[in-house]
């Protein structure tokens, strides 16, 4: 029997348990300890740390559930359901079966176990545990299906886990933590892509409490053929889930599926496996292919109904999720074909760039345009549709549009544009709302050149010269397009120094929730001025890089304009 010997780490008297529990037989097969009313580990008998795989020092002064008690996958159990830790709050003595305890090496040991309230002295309680463990018999009833309550608080989590996210491979991610290890040690996602091929896009094993994908196991698979009675094969076709084993796929194989599904469970080692369809609105999407290898039992009928119930809500979220990724890929790709390839004019440097929105929900209206007016002159734009869906990029596209228009049609000043601009976004697109900056870059009569514009609402544009002095062209301010107002808008001219760089830019760049705009305009002035000798294209991706706030999943564009030494 050991105890703590002395003073523990907290300065506590040596554990008067130590003298009770001397009277308790060491029987050869019944481990016991002693707890605190903290619940840590005070007195251990030397059969519980051999049970254990412990040496005394990893067992005296810990706390007993966060050491040892795990569920039957090794996850680690919360204190509200440990029946053990219960016996501490309500005094009374407690027992149970079916229970697991971590020894020292990361194994499980089922164990059957006995606690009881005790005195530790000084008018405090703890308590006393006696555990064994349970012989092959006792095991076997153990590993029975999952109870109902914790079936149904699985498929709980599971709705409210995969419908949290849009992304599908965070879904996959998701759905193979929720089913690994709780319900089998390796999980394996087989999906259709969108050319209707079919790719394992997931093979998972839990080892040592972390979860690895097998890589050399994942991608593409030979097609499924109708006339394959193969468990995978049928589950691909979505015709029903059906309880697998190696012995499965011992004979000649039908199909190429059927090979690469006996060379699945001669890689894995699994014994037992429930395969079932993952099934969206509409299609099969693909397949769910749950194994056991490390635990004894094959699942049972029970259990391939439950994963049967957990690969339909699988599909569910699957389906939306990839209907996202579309509506997604949709967008930018109607934006960065609506983005222009810039002029080339002589004496000028210019570079544009575009970064969507994280969340495809955000998709937005932001947009660049660079070209050449009639006269030659470069203009310069950069704009924002106020709204974050396909509305607000369908909306940049006519605004964009009508602005090169508008700006061709006649040789005016920008602020003429941009009011013809602001009447047809309120009356003819119908767009709610929208800023736009509309610039020339215009040469003088000298070598130098001149930008002139008129801002409607936009962030103002910041110049920065060769020398690291910056400034906002704030000048030329207006209200935004589509207010309906009649308004008498003004132009804006600077003179551009030899070396300068100007940047136009949206709001995604320097807005957050974490700090006012004025602050995300000096951060960009700041970083700017550092980056005035730093070439135009890497000066973007810098700035990219260091002021677009983390917490602004917003789209952002950007245009340079580098001007001549």
Known sequence: MISDGGHGPAGRPPAVAAKWLRHLPDFPGLGSCVVDDRGRIIEVTDRAAQLLGRTPAELLDQDAHDLLHRGRNGEPVPRTRCRMKQVLLTGRPAQGEHEWFERGDGSLMPVAWVVAPCGIGEGRTGAVMFFHEPDESEQESSADSMPEVDRLALLAETTTTLTSTLHVGETLQQLVRLVVPQLADWAVVDLFTEEGNVSRAAVVHREKHTLVHREELEGPLPPVPQASLM?????????????????????????????????????????????????GVRDVLGALTLGRSDRPGSFTTADLLLVEDIARR????????????????????????????????????????????????????????????????????????????????????????????????RQEPPSAVVNRLDEAVARVIGTSLATVILARVERTAGPGWRLRWSNAGHPPPLLIEHDGRTRFLEEGQGMLLGTGLALDRTDAAAELPPGATLVLYTDGLIESRGHSLDEGLALLRRHAGSLARRPLAGLCDELLSRVRPADNDDDVAMLGLRLPR
């Open 314 to 409: 699988a599909g569910l979220a699957l389906d939306n999720a990839r209907l996202y990724e579309r509506q997604r890929r949709v967008a930018e790709t109607m934006q960065r074909h609506l983005l222009p390839q810039l002029p080339h004019v002589a004496g000028l440097e210019m570079s544009a760039c575009y970064v969507p929105a994280l969340d495809a929900s955000q998709v937005g209206g932001d947009w660049y345009d660079a070209f050449l007016l009639a006269d030659e002159t470069p203009a310069l734009v950069i704009g924002d549709v106020v709204g974050h869906d396909l509305d607000a990029a369908a909306g940049m596209a006519q605004v964009c549009n009508m602005l090169r228009a508008y700006a061709w049609d």
């Open 231 to 279: 468990p995978l094969s049928r589950a691909l076709r979505g015709v029903t889930a059906t309880l697998a084993g190696p012995e499965d796929y011992q004979g000649p194989p039908d199909s190429g599926v059927a090979v690469a599904q006996r060379q699945l469970f001669r890689a894995t080692g699994m014994h037992s496996a429930s395969i079932a369809p993952i099934r």
